[in-house]
């Protein structure tokens, strides 16, 4: 039994964001499948029939920030160069995601 099939693939992702020339399409599509597990658990809904169209950009904002962790950059100080990062995807990852109730 075949899952549904697969909303985005690594060209998608290499034409919307900068991705680093070293990235390879395997290591995108690893974090493709991530993405869309993060999507799956925050949404507390398995999407049986696959994700929706609207979620691309979502997806595709978590990959950017899985592999460009300058995107989770929060603050930058110049004086003795000091660097603070987000732990978790920022709240503008999430936006236009409904999430199902659980209990």
Same mark, same amino acid.
């Given at each position: =039994?075949?899952?549904? %099939?697969?909303?985005? @693939?690594?060209?998608? /992702? !290499?034409?919307?964001?900068? /991705?680093?020339?070293?990235?390879? *399409?395997? !290591?995108?599509?690893?974090?493709? %499948?991530?993405?869309?597990?993060?999507? &799956? %658990?925050?949404?507390?809904?398995?999407? =049986? *029939?696959?994700?929706?169209? #609207?979620? +691309?950009?979502?997806?595709?904002?978590?990959?950017?920030? @899985?592999?460009? &962790?300058?995107?989770?950059?929060? #603050? %930058?100080?110049?004086? &003795?160069?000091?660097?603070?990062?987000?732990?978790?995807?920022? @709240? @503008?990852?999430?936006?236009?995601? +409904? !999430? &199902?109730?659980?209990?």
């Amino acid at each position: =039994m075949q899952g549904p %099939e697969k909303l985005i @693939d690594a060209a998608y /992702v !290499r034409n919307g964001i900068n /991705v680093p020339p070293n990235t390879t *399409d395997e !290591r995108i599509e690893q974090l493709i %499948e991530e993405a869309e597990l993060t999507i &799956r %658990e925050y949404c507390h809904n398995p999407y =049986m *029939d696959g994700l929706p169209q #609207s979620y +691309k950009r979502n997806i595709v904002k978590i990959v950017e920030f @899985d592999l460009n &962790r300058k995107s989770g950059l929060t #603050s %930058e100080g110049l004086t &003795r160069h000091s660097q603070g990062f987000a732990t978790d995807y920022p @709240d @503008d990852v999430y936006k236009g995601l +409904k !999430r &199902r109730l659980s209990w």
